[in-house]
């Protein structure tokens, strides 16, 4: 897997594939900002992990991210109330499905 390439970069791309890859996710995917999370995310997010002091709803680690409850591509919203703090991992573990 990765670029044929010789390389040290952990994701097993040199740097030019990598930025590639970046550039494709992107076009498909659009911006974080395209996507709502920009400024306003921002603050709600912080808001959401400072309230539940930086532990992750799931597992009991240090949350780092906020998960969506009902996710934005299942129509939820980016209201406090649809929000819960999430490690890294549990947050990637759901991807995008509902956690009722």
Do not use: M
């Amino acid at each position: 897997l990765g670029c044929l390439k010789p390389t040290a970069q952990r994701a097993g791309y040199c740097r030019p594939c990598q930025a590639e890859r970046e550039r494709r996710r992107t076009a498909i995917r659009g911006t974080p900002t395209q996507r709502g999370y920009d400024y306003q995310w921002s603050k709600v997010s912080k808001q959401v992990l400072e309230e539940f002091y930086y532990t992750c709803s799931y597992c009991g680690a240090e949350a780092t991210t906020v998960d969506h409850i009902t996710p934005k591509s299942k129509g939820g919203s980016d209201e406090p109330e649809n929000l819960l703090p999430a490690c890294r991992r549990c947050n990637s573990h759901f991807g995008g499905r509902l956690k009722l």
